[in-house]
C-alpha cells in the first residue's frame, strides 16, 4: 500500500516565524511531488510542486525534496495569520495518473 | 486560468433518492477525478477518468458510478443515495500525471 504521511497537528506558530511542515512516502517510485493549501470548508489549491532534489523557492515558500530519504517539506518563512490552513503533501504514482494524498497537517499562526 | 466548475455548492437529498454530481473543466485536460472528503479521513479517490468514456476505480467505487461523455465533463452518480455518503465532493482536472486543479467542492447532506 502505497502511502504518504503527514503529522495532524494543529501546529502552532506566531506569527513572523518559519513554519515547517513535512511529508514522507512510501513509494520510491514518485517522481512529482507537491504541496496544497486548503482553508476550512474550501477546495484545496496548488502551492508548490518539484521534481528535482533540493530546495525550490517560491515568495514566503520554499520546498525542499530528499528523494534518498523520501521525505519532502515545505517551510513557509514570514507566517502571516492568513496562512493559517491545513496543508496536504501529494505525490505521483508510478503506475498511473494518480496522485497518493497525506491526510494534510493543519497549521495555526498565532498573531 | 483553469477553471474547474461544479453544479452545486450545497445539496440536500433523501435517503434513496439518485444524485447527479456534475463536473466542467476548461482547460482541455485528459484526466478527471472524483474525491470525496471526510473529517479526519483525507481526500479518497472515488472514481477517474483519463479519456472520455474511460473510467478507472478508485479507493471506494461502491455505491457510486461515473459517466464522461465529452472530455470537458465528467458525472459522478449516487445511484440511491445513502446517510454515510453525506460528505463534501472534489472534482479535479489535471493534464497528464501534472498538477491536480479543484472545483470548488459540493457539500452533500443525504438526510
Known sequence: ?111 | DVKVTQSSRYLVKRTGEKVFLECVQDMDHENMFWYRQDPGLGLRLIYFSYDVKMKEKGDIPEGYSVSREKKERFSLILESASTNQTSMYLCASSYSTDTQYFGPGTRLTVL
Do not use: H
Open chain 1, 1 to 111: 500500500q502505497k502511502e504518504v504521511e503527514q503529522n495532524s497537528g494543529p501546529l502552532s506558530v506566531p506569527e513572523g516565524a518559519i513554519a515547517s511542515l513535512n511529508c514522507t512516502y512510501s513509494d520510491r517510485g514518485s517522481q512529482s511531488f507537491f504541496w496544497y493549501r486548503q482553508y476550512s470548508g474550501k477546495s484545496p489549491e496548488l502551492i508548490m510542486f518539484i521534481y528535482s532534489n533540493g530546495d525550490k523557492e517560491d515568495g514566503r515558500f520554499t520546498a525542499q525534496l530528499n528523494k534518498a530519504s523520501q521525505y519532502v517539506s515545505l517551510l513557509i518563512r514570514d507566517s502571516q495569520p492568513s496562512d493559517s490552513a491545513t496543508y496536504l503533501c501529494a505525490v505521483t504514482s508510478d503506475s498511473n495518473y494518480q496522485l497518493i494524498w497525506g491526510a494534510g497537517t493543519k497549521l495555526i499562526i498565532k498573531p
